[in-house]
C-alpha cells in the first residue's frame, strides 16, 4: 500500500505540537518548581522533591524532547514521549469523573494529545519529514 504523498507533512505537525506541550511542561520544572512540586504529589503521590531535582527532571526531559523534535532513535524517543504523557493523562482520571469542577474540563484535552502521540509511534517509520537522516528506528 502507498503512503500517501501528506503522511510526512501530518505527523510532522503532529510531533511539532506534542514537543510543543511537553516543552512547556519541562520548562515549568524550572520557572516553577514549587508548581511542579505540587503536580508531582497530586498526581503521582511523589512528595518532597525540591527545586533541584525538578531542573535535573527537566534537563533530562529536554534532552528527550530534543531527540525527539529531531525525529531520531524513534523507537525509543517516540516511545518514551508516549509512555510520558500516558502517565500524565492516566494520573488525571479523578478530573475526568468530576469534569465540571473548575478547570478540569481543560484535563481532556490530554485525550487528543495521547492518540497524537499513539499515532506518531504507530506511524514512526513515516514521519521523515525534517528529521535526522539516517535515523529510522
Known amino acids: 500500500m502507498a503512503v500517501p504523498a501528506r503522511l510526512p507533512v501530518v505527523l510532522l505537525t503532529l510531533r511539532l505540537s506534542v514537543f510543543l506541550v511537553m516543552l512547556m511542561w519541562t520548562v515549568d520544572k524550572v520557572i516553577r518548581p514549587e508548581h511542579a ?78 492518540a497524537a502521540s499513539i499515532g506518531l509511534y504507530l506511524l514512526r517509520d513515516h514521519d521523515t519529514m525534517l528529521t535526522v537522516a539516517g535515523r529510522t528506528t
Do not use: C, D, K
Open 37 to 114: 512540586g505540587r503536580v508531582f504529589e497530586s498526581f503521582y503521590g511523589i512528595a518532597g522533591l525540591g527545586g533541584t531535582a525538578f531542573r535535573v527532571l527537566a534537563v533530562a526531559e529536554l534532552l528527550l524532547l530534543i531527540v525527539f523534535l529531531a525525529g531520531a532513535w524513534r523507537r525509543l524517543s517516540y516511545g518514551a514521549v508516549l509512555v510520558l504523557h500516558a502517565i500524565s493523562t492516566l494520573s488525571s482520571y479523578r478530573q475526568y469523573l468530576s469534569p465540571f469542577e473548575g478547570a478540569n474540563l481543560l484535563f481532556f484535552a490530554a485525550w487528543p494529545m495521547l
